[in-house]
C-alpha cells in the first residue's frame, strides 16, 4: 500500500499517465508498445495513458478485448527499475522486460529478490531469518527499502 503525499515535489515517487510525446524524449507508442518507463535519478514513473489497464487483475470481466494490461503488474516491475534494478532474463521474475496482456505478476522471485538483496544488503537482524526462511528475511529487507523510501508494504 501507497501513502499519497499532498504535494508532487514532497513525493518520494512520482508517478502518472501520459500519451505519446510527453516531454521526457521516451515518448510512447500506443495500445500494447512500450507500456511504461521510469527513471531511477528522478524517481519519476510515466505510464502510457493509451493502455487498456486492468486494476486487481479482473481480465475475466472481459474489459481490453485482448489487450488488457494489470497496472500493478507495471508500477511493480518500474518500481523496481526506481530502485535500481535492472530487466532479468529469468521469465518468471518481475523484472523481466516484457509483459504480455492478460498476465498478473506481482510476486516477486528468487532472482528479483537477489538483485535487491545484492543492491541494498541485508540488515543484521534480517541475516538470522535467511536459515529458516530467504522469503521471509526479504520480505522484512523489502519492507525496509519501501518504508526508507517513504512507501509502507502492509502486506509483508
Not at 530502485?83 to 528479483?112: C, I, Q, W, Y
Amino acid at each position: 500500500m501507497f501513502i499519497e503525499d499532498s504535494s508532487y515535489f514532497g513525493a518520494d515517487i512520482k508517478i502518472g499517465f501520459y500519451a505519446s510525446d510527453h516531454g521526457d524524449s521516451e515518448p510512447f507508442d500506443g495500445v500494447l508498445g512500450t507500456l511504461a518507463h521510469a527513471d531511477a535519478k528522478s524517481c519519476v514513473l510515466h505510464l502510457d495513458n493509451a493502455e487498456q489497464w486492468i486494476i486487481d487483475g479482473d481480465f475475466a470481466s472481459g474489459s481490453g478485448s485482448g489487450t488488457a494490461i494489470d497496472l500493478e503488474t507495471v508500477v511493480v516491475h518500474e518500481i523496481g527499475h526506481v530502485l535500481g534494478l535492472g530487466h532479468s532474463s529469468v521469465e518468471d521474475a518481475v523484472m523481466f522486460p516484457t509483459m504480455p496482456s492478460g498476465v498478473r505478476k506481482v510476486e516477486l522471485n528468487d532472482d528479483d529478490i537477489g538483485c535487491a538483496v545484492h543492491l541494498y544488503g541485508m540488515k543484521p537482524m534480517e541475516q538470522t531469518f535467511i536459515n529458516a526462511s530467504y522469503r521471509y528475511s526479504f520480505g522484512l529487507a523489502q519492507m525496509l527499502l519501501f518504508t526508507t523510501l517513504g512507501l509502507f508494504l502492509l502486506d509483508v
